[in-house]
């Protein structure tokens, strides 16, 4: 066969010091066989391409005090970190349930949990959004010991142009969790009138500039199919602002980033999911079960605040956070990823009539 008709491929090597381009990042993307190359990115800060970095796990681990033979739930699975530290606190004899709706990394993440050592009958893992969790109680021996929800993305989701999540590179301009569900945001964007876009970003963002976003995505918004179109407008609505150069390029990054986020969240459902979790998660407990929730912005912090008052009010729990749990100073200089974390806790009560 010719070779001219099929030339042999040579694999994307980096092109200098530090790539650029999230496909060009090979050795971060395969960090079995270059750990060396992946723990110098960490150390140096950053996330490597492909990887998420578990935030607050010594916190969590100290809430969640899990406990040999235990059953718990990873509720937002992802790439899996904060799930490895659980399992090696159930085992022996314990067992941790792990569910996701998004169908690339949930069985990358499992694969990864098995070749450490953790058998079908000790990790579980499930395709299936966290408002859904009472499906598993039949699973279980009358509920979880213990739960744990992240509601913060991924980095591999963040990370890879193709998904939609980054204006750091162009993609298309998707945010869906599971890409095999709904309707990705741009179909959404060309949907909506400008009052939509308006109150979209001011509820799941806080975005201050909210109505010169919103006029200018909506101008534009039979136009915008990619993440760079996206960050583009976004860009074009705050070129007003009267600020000192390095203070007007941190708002604008600030305002992109808020802009995905409340799309994100629109196109997922994100909010009216939460609710859901938060109802039903004390029937999904033990008594004296525990549950930790780590959240990043007022609006599911809000939601979980609230709903936690209200159980302990109600007799459904015993005890709860009074006031959200940070990342650590050496934590938030090491991962900026964990500097809008908070966590807050709950404990079923043993008394409670479910």
């Known amino acids: 066969m010719s070779n001219e008709l099929f030339p042999r491929k040579r694999r994307v090597r980096y092109s200098g010091k530090n790539p650029r381009k999230f496909e060009e990042k090979y050795k971060e993307l395969n960090p079995e066989r270059y750990a060396k190359d992946v723990q110098k990115v960490i150390e140096s800060g950053r996330t490597p391409a492909g990887m998420h970095r578990p935030i607050c796990v010594n916190e969590i681990l100290e809430i969640l005090n899990p406990q040999p033979g235990e059953t718990g739930l990873d509720a937002t699975l992802g790439f899996g970190g904060h799930a490895k530290e659980l399992l090696n606190r159930i085992t022996p004899g314990g067992r941790l349930f792990g569910i996701d709706v998004d169908p690339f990394e949930l069985p990358r993440t499992e694969t990864r949990l098995r070749n450490l050592g953790f058998d079908a009958n000790t990790f579980i893992a499930r395709k299936l959004n966290f408002a859904g969790i009472i499906k598993l109680l ?3 021996n009358g509920g979880f010991d213990f739960i744990l ?13 193709v998904r939609g999540f980054t204006f750091k590179a162009d993609g298309p301009l998707d945010l869906r969790l599971n890409p095999e569900h709904g309707q990705p945001a741009s179909a959404l964007i060309h949907s909506l009138t400008e009052n939509d876009i308006e109150k979209l970003l001011r509820e799941n963002s806080d975005e ?3 109505k010169a976003i919103a006029k200018n995505i909506f101008q534009r918004h039979a136009t915008i199919n990619t993440t760079a179109e996206l960050a583009a407008t976004v860009r074009q609505a705050l ?3 009267e600020l000192e150069d390095a203070d007007q390029q941190r708002q604008i990054t600030k305002s992109l980033q808020r802009t995905f986020q409340a799309f994100r969240i629109a196109v997922n459902d994100e909010l009216n999911a939460l609710n859901q ?6 029937y999904a407990l033990k008594p004296h079960g525990r549950v930790a929730i780590l959240s990043f912005h007022s609006g599911e912090d809000d939601r979980v605040k609230k709903a936690f008052a209200d159980g302990f009010s109600s007799g459904l729990y015993d005890d709860i956070c009074r006031e959200p749990i940070r990342a650590r100073a050496q934590e938030r200089y090491d991962n900026p990823r964990s500097k809008s974390a908070q966590i807050r806790w709950a404990i079923r009560s043993a008394d409670a009539l479910i």
């Open 138 to 140: 039949p699973e279980t």
């Open 149 to 161: 929800a992240d509601l913060g993305v991924s980095s591999m989701q963040i990370d890879n142009p």
């Open 208 to 210: 201050p500039h909210s």
């Open 239 to 241: 070129a007003h602002l």
């Open 277 to 282: 979790f938060l109802r039903i998660l004390p």
